[in-house]
């Protein structure tokens, strides 16, 4: 009997990475048309640190422009402060965690409707540990507290051994278009981006479509691949 083939893995997309926002309307303004450039499943809000109504009014006045493009909308657990009761006043549809205690301390608030993903997993057993835990999905390769991150070839094979194995999607954090093309390549189901796009001299959108058009080339590489693969 032929074995039953294997349906394609989709295409990697994007997760885009705000700067640390304290005035929301510059943002509000400009992400419609930056969402439009490239396909974006994801935002991670990353909001200054202030009084929870403060907070609440900040996502709120970026949320339409965000959930309005068909993303979700996640806030950055670590700026939090623990209040992750603030995801679910604000309307946000989830947030993302740094290492297995705030995943296990956030869970509670954000399950079951909320995404909680996690990331800051070191060593394949914290990696496992937050899929067990009920993670939405994990990332890879950001930078830690000291900005140090592992090697791309680091970031890639973690990626590689997750998504041969493992069910939730994995993300790859990207620094260089050159990262998103080799993290896609490696098996990642979205690509993590945040200053790659913000710092670029030609602007966040031209940036970001260039991002995008690195998963393209390394979703039809992969295809590729695997249509010679079956002879």
Same mark, same amino acid.
């Given at each position: 009997m032929a074995a039953k083939p294997v349906p394609p893995?989709? /295409?990697? =997309?994007?997760?885009? @990475? *705000? =700067?640390?926002?304290?005035?929301?309307?510059?943002? @509000?303004?400009s992400l419609p048309g930056l969402l439009t450039a490239a396909d974006v499943a994801a935002v991670l809000v990353r909001l200054r640190a202030a009084e929870p109504r403060g907070m609440i009014a900040r996502v709120k006045a970026l949320a339409p422009a965000i959930q309005n493009a068909g993303a979700a909308l996640l806030l950055d657990g670590e700026l939090l402060d623990g209040q992750?009761?603030?995801v679910a006043r604000a309307g946000a549809d989830g947030a993302h965690l740094t290492g297995i205690k705030a995943l296990e301390e956030a869970l509670p608030g954000l399950k079951p409707d909320r995404i909680a993903g996690c990331g800051g997993l070191v060593t394949r057993h914290d990696s496992m540990s937050a899929g067990e835990l009920g993670a939405d999905y994990v990332l890879f390769g950001e930078p830690d507290a000291q900005g140090k991150r592992p090697s791309p070839d680091a970031v890639a094979e973690r990626l590689q051994w997750w998504a041969e194995l493992f069910e939730p999607p994995c993300i790859g954090y990207a620094a260089t278009r050159e990262e998103a093309y080799e993290f896609a390549l490696a098996g990642a189901d979205f690509v993590l981006v945040?200053?790659?796009?913000?710092?670029? @001299? =030609? !602007?966040?959108? *031209?940036?970001? /479509?260039?991002? !995008?058009? /690195?998963? =393209?080339?390394?979703? /039809?590489?992969?295809r590729e691949t695997a249509e010679a693969a079956r002879g």
């Open positions: 893995r989709p /295409a990697p =997309r994007l997760y885009l @990475a *705000t =700067r640390v926002v304290d005035d929301p309307q510059p943002l @509000a303004t992750f009761e603030l945040g200053d790659l796009v913000w710092a670029d @001299a =030609r !602007g966040a959108a *031209t940036a970001l /479509a260039d991002v !995008g058009q /690195a998963l =393209r080339e390394a979703y /039809a590489a992969t």
